[in-house]
């Protein structure tokens, strides 16, 4: 099965930047049959989806506190799916996770329970 992992957080300072990858670990499947989702979790806070891909035709839809600042492409040769996060706020601060699905072709939608496949999470510290 799908096997999602994480990489690329750490701690920077506001306005800095900092690149999310989600790799699939398990090479029997590729990650561009899927929808892949990207969501947060801060502390005390729910997990919220901030940005998602299509797997039809790679529609990205953003939710409204990331657009204009955060990017998620895919690289279907490397089987790795990106989160490019420019102008960091403090607020930004959370455990980033990404989520695959088979359940969006062409319309993705943050719906956690539709995301059958989780990575573990990486840690982003943003900074005064």
């Known amino acids: 099965q799908v096997q999602l992992v994480e990489s690329g957080g750490g701690l920077v300072q506001a306005g800095g930047s900092l690149t999310l990858s989600c790799a699939n670990a398990n090479s029997g499947f590729t990650l561009e049959d899927y929808a892949i989702g990207w969501f947060r979790q801060a502390p005390g806070k729910e997990r919220e989806g901030i940005s998602c891909?299509?797997?039809?035709?790679?529609?990205?839809y953003y939710t409204d506190s990331v657009k204009g600042r955060f990017t998620i492409s895919r690289d279907n040769a490397k089987n790795t799916v990106y989160l490019q996060m420019n102008s960091l706020k403090r607020e930004d601060t959370a455990v980033y996770y990404c989520a695959a699905t088979q359940l969006m072709d062409s319309v993705c939608v943050f719906a956690t329970d539709d995301y059958a496949y989780w990575g573990q999470g990486t840690q982003v510290t943003i900074s005064s």
């Open positions: 891909i299509t797997s039809k035709d790679d529609s990205k």
